[in-house]
């Protein structure tokens, strides 16, 4: 099955006259020409909604060959649509008109006269909407041309864009004397070497005049990080730089008196070691 070139699926997108009863058979038939009618049907609709009817202005004429590199387009379209200038058609036509010599029967009858006036209107309303089509077609490949700009400028973004990265996580286990406690924890990475602590904590009720702290602590248990407080349920806090997780890999959350003291309490609700498998 041989399908329809692209200019005429894109005028018919546009809704200008240029399919044949054939053609439209064939899109009744063919899903895939169809789906181009659509799509560039999609676009034009989006162009026509900010175009004011009347004279457009045209575009520099180095508008075109940038979107006809954008685009990747062939040589057969190399020229500016928008410069495609169509000679009057009533001009050609009534220059034989005019060269013709008069008939020896003398000077045109009332009904030719008549005639001959209402043809030249209907060569007349020929030009306009081909200017406008040509103007339309340059519009249509401008607003292609951005949408596959605004697509490329995604693709950039998320492919420079770093991407986050769970490098430890841990089960945070119970202490005896809160026996119903849970917790989780993980070590996350933005990929720009900015590291962060994500912990969360159920089946233990905070105590009126208490709060929970959240901890790093070296594995001899002889050196600790106060990581900041839990406020709620789960929290997330900034890892320091210096600190090394293969040192640091116990994970403590603790309950802590309003004493004025900033060392651990020595009440762990939860703890857990950091796995980097």
């Not at 490329?152 to 809160?178: K, M, N, Q, Y």
């Not at 070296?218 to 730089?241: H, M, N, W, Y």
């Amino acid at each position: 099955m041989s399908h329809l070139d692209d200019e005429k699926i894109a005028l018919i997108a546009m809704g200008e006259p240029a399919g044949s009863d054939a053609d439209m058979e064939h899109l009744v038939e063919c899903e895939n020409c169809a789906a181009e009618v659509a799509a560039m049907s999609r676009v034009a609709l989006v162009a026509r909604s900010s175009v004011v009817e009347g004279d457009l202005e045209s575009p520099p004429a180095d508008v075109w060959s940038r979107i006809h590199g954008e685009l990747g387009l062939t040589s057969a379209v190399a020229a500016d649509p928008a410069s495609d200038v169509h000679p009057p058609e009533s001009e050609s036509a009534s220059a034989p008109a005019a060269s013709a010599p008069v008939s020896a029967a003398g000077p045109a009858t009332a009904t030719e006269a008549d005639a001959a006036e209402a043809a030249a209107p209907r060569h007349r309303a020929r030009v306009r909407p081909r200017r406008r089509s040509s103007a339309t077609m340059w519009i249509l490949a401008a607003s292609m041309a951005l949408v596959v700009a605004i697509g490329a400028g995604v693709w950039i973004a998320r492919t420079l864009t770093p991407s986050s990265a769970v490098i430890a996580s841990a089960e945070l286990a119970a202490f005896p004397d809160h026996p119903d406690a849970e917790g989780q924890a993980r070590i996350d990475d933005d990929g720009d070497g900015r590291r962060t602590l994500t912990v969360t904590l159920a089946g233990d009720e905070l105590v009126a005049g208490d709060y929970r702290e959240v901890w790093l602590i070296r594995e001899d248990g002889q050196a600790l990080i106060s990581l900041g407080v839990l406020d709620d349920s789960s929290g997330t806090f900034r890892v320091p730089d210096s600190v090394d997780l293969d040192e640091y890999r116990l994970v403590d959350i603790s309950f802590e008196p309003v004493d004025g003291d900033p060392a651990h309490s020595g009440d762990s609700i939860v703890r857990g070691e950091l796995d980097f498998a």
